[in-house]
């Protein structure tokens, strides 16, 4: 007995196959995604559900594809039955494809079992129409339909597998295309099992009288669709929600991350270092153990970030940061306050000794060069301590007075570690006062010039003048550069105040021109916060034009230590003034790196002996003797002249005079004097002023 298919129910098997076996990839990719057990459990048998109803429709779809000539049904039970082994065929496959690995092993087992399910639900379907006599199947052609089952079985569970993870590149087109193949297999194991049916003439259904033909069709297939279609939406709600509520938690911990940790050290930040100090005071009030407070901040961070931009600033910080986080127990806290201030909460301590061995293996971890883009930088903290209870009993007093100690520690000579004592608030409170007042003075005019003279050490003539800075405030009186250079050099204010400086020296230079007298060279100093500038040169340059002054009439101071810090930039500083018509000189010779190698490098006009070695003229005799003789010997042997300041008794000048030492500066020779009294050593009005005579008001 032959029958005919109906090409339309063909298409719709396939469209149906399609469908379910993308149903098993989006499924499987949830499946796989899904943290929680239960939530595995609930979509594997959900998914199984939709997926078992995709695959046993199809199969049914294809059976009303073919007519035969006779009245044909199905038994509910047996049909039931079929329905139940698709189900369980498609839980097996997605549990299957849900583990993380898939063995060669284990995709060939699986591909056996899960190709013999859909064969025994095809086989099975079948038995549902009780024909009488029985069908009889083509042998070749039942095994050629279960080969197809397990092959096809195979394909999809690997190809299932590789597609389960969602964050690969076009996952939705590779699972529209391997779904469409994966239907065609199924299809094709369908129609091929159908070829080896074979209905003898004369035979009946005896299910004619069961589930009616049409009604099975409309029904399986609109339900068919719905269920598929509802799955698949249910798939990607979930998906996307999953998506969300994860994307909502990492959102929250990088937001609790933040509120807690320093983003470029990925220290404790400010308000976590608060929470672990407060429960250090309790256990501590509880009488379980003392703990110190370790302030520091980094000296001459500021020009490292200024002269080489805040890319290698950042580096910096990193590598100190990894640096004080090795110099710590495993219990105590390394935070970073902001910008280059950092804290070490030390707990545990027994003796004041043990937060001093702390700061000290910090300093000495430090003096090891940092390499940031192949270049050397040398960083050291100043460091100062606060102990519990001693030195307070609240967060904010310990944090305030271990910052007094740190700014103890950098009047001190930076590089060092000083602990709290009751008198360092006093001079806390003196260096918040002299902020305020510098950001006051150029605005009310507290600035004002010394000229401090220098005179050749042959004939005792005058040979120029330096000029130092002075603030004369209201409230605290006249103030020395030694007390508010420093702070204004840290917080930056000494650029402004530097352009202050060269525009009133160029100011008085006129002044004293105006008057008719003989005006000599200003040796101005320049601070390693103005070398940093890219623009010095040119508002420099803007400024002497401006005020209508030579460059030859001034010369500019860099201190050895502030040199060195940048051969290289220095370098280019240097010859770049040196163009433009100003003379450079080097000073405070001696007390940073002396590397006497950069001096011929440098190629300056002058160098200046630090008051150091000029003491040492009296107190060390022969030997400071031979020093002063040597650096003297090769300024000159390099085309330099030398000067000497601090000059203040007559041993020291007449052995200056015997080294032939060019010229010399000190209170033994000339106090700073005011521009008024300066002019009278370029022979204006008024009587001789004698060498010391002090006029400094």
């Known amino acids: 007995m032959h029958g005919t298919y109906n090409f339309w129910l063909v298409a719709l098997s396939l469209v149906v196959a399609t469908l379910a076996s993308f149903t098993a990839l989006d499924l499987s990719g949830r499946i796989a995604q899904l943290p929680n057990r239960r939530q595995r459990h609930a979509w594997l048998a959900g998914g199984a559900g939709a997926m078992g109803v995709g695959i046993w429709s199809m199969h049914f779809i294809g059976v009303l594809a073919f007519k035969l000539p006779i009245p044909v049904g199905y038994d509910f039970k047996i049909t039931a039955c079929s329905l139940l082994i698709a189900v369980g065929v498609s839980y097996f496959a997605l549990h299957v494809i849900a583990h993380d690995a898939l063995g060669a092993k ?26 009488q006599p029985g ?15 397990v092959v096809a079985s195979g394909a999809a569970l690997f190809i299932a597998h590789k597609l389960r993870i969602e964050d690969q590149g076009h996952v939705l087109e590779k699972r529209m295309a391997a779904s469409l193949i994966m239907g065609l297999a199924i299809t094709g194991m369908h129609y091929t099992a159908n070829a080896a049916a074979n209905y003898l003439p004369g035979a009946i259904c005896g299910a004619a009288d069961g589930v009616d033909l049409r009604w099975l069709g409309t029904t399986i297939s609109i339900f068919t669709f719905a269920i598929l279609i509802v799955t698949l939406m249910l798939s990607r709600f979930d998906a996307r929600t999953a998506s969300l509520v994860q994307s909502v938690s990492q959102l929250n911990s ?32 509880q009488g379980k153990g003392l ?5 520091m901040d980094l000296d001459g961070f500021k020009t490292i970030n200024d002269s080489l931009g805040h890319t290698v600033g950042d580096q910096v910080l990193q590598a100190f940061a990894q640096r004080l986080a090795d110099c710590v127990s495993a219990g105590d806290t390394v935070a970073r306050l902001g910008g280059d201030e950092f804290v070490i909460l030390v707990r545990h301590i027994g003796l004041p000794e043990d937060a001093q061995r702390v700061g000290e293996a910090v300093l000495e971890r430090m003096r090891e060069t940092i390499w940031v883009e192949g270049r050397p930088l040398q960083v050291a903290p100043s460091i100062g301590i606060a102990l519990f209870p001693r030195d307070g009993d609240t967060v904010e007093t310990l944090l305030k007075n271990a910052d007094a100690a740190m700014y103890a520690a950098k009047r001190a000579g930076r590089g060092t570690c000083r602990f709290f004592e009751s008198d360092m608030n006093e001079a806390a409170t003196r260096t918040l006062q002299i902020q305020q007042a510098l950001h006051e003075a150029l605005d009310k005019e507290y600035f004002s010039l010394r000229f401090q003279p220098k005179f050749y050490g042959r004939d005792g003539a005058l040979a120029g003048a330096e000029a130092l800075l002075r603030l004369n405030h209201p409230t605290l009186g006249l103030l020395s550069p030694a007390e508010f250079i420093s702070i204004a050099e840290r917080n930056g204010q000494i650029v402004p105040i530097g352009y202050w400086v060269v525009r009133e020296a160029c100011r008085q230079i006129r002044r004293w021109q105006a008057a008719g007298l003989k005006t000599t060279k200003v040796a101005i100093n320049l ?16 400024i002497v034009h401006a005020e209508r002054m030579s460059p030859e009439k001034i010369m500019f101071e860099i201190t050895e230590t502030a040199a060195m810090h940048d051969v290289r930039r220095t370098a ?27 001096l011929q490098r440098f190629r300056v006009r002058q160098l200046k002996i630090d008051r150091f070695f000029v003491d040492g003229l009296d107190a060390h005799d022969s030997e400071g003797t031979a020093i002063v003789a040597a650096i003297i010997k090769l ?8 000067v000497a300041e601090g000059v203040e008794t007559e041993s020291q000048r007449e052995k200056l005079e015997a080294l032939r030492c060019d010229q010399l500066q000190g209170y033994l020779l000339g106090v700073p004097l005011t521009p008024d009294a300066f002019g009278v050593l370029l022979g204006g009005p008024g009587e001789p002023l004698p060498p010391s005579a002090t006029v400094t008001a």
């Open 635 to 642: 300024a000159h042997s390099l085309g330099m002249n030398v």
């Open 135 to 149: 069908i009889v199947y083509d042998p070749v052609l039942v095994a050629a339909s279960i080969a197809i089952a």
């Open 527 to 542: 601070s390693p916060r103005q070398l940093a500038q890219p623009d010095l040169l040119e508002t420099i340059q803007e």
């Open 291 to 295: 703990f110190a407070i370790l302030f």
């Open 572 to 598: 280019e500083t240097v010859h770049a003034f040196q163009k433009c018509g100003f003379e450079v000189a080097i000073d405070d010779f001696g007390t940073g790196y002396s590397s006497l190698a950069y």
């Open 254 to 285: 990088r937001i609790v991350y933040m509120a807690a940790f320093d983003a470029l050290t990925d220290l404790p930040n400010r308000l976590t270092l608060t929470e672990h100090i407060e429960r250090a005071i309790e256990h501590g009030k």
């Open 106 to 131: 284990r995709l060939a087992s699986a591909s056996v079992l899960m190709g013999l399910g859909i064969v025994g639900m095809h086989y099975t379907g079948d038995a549902a129409m009780l024909m």
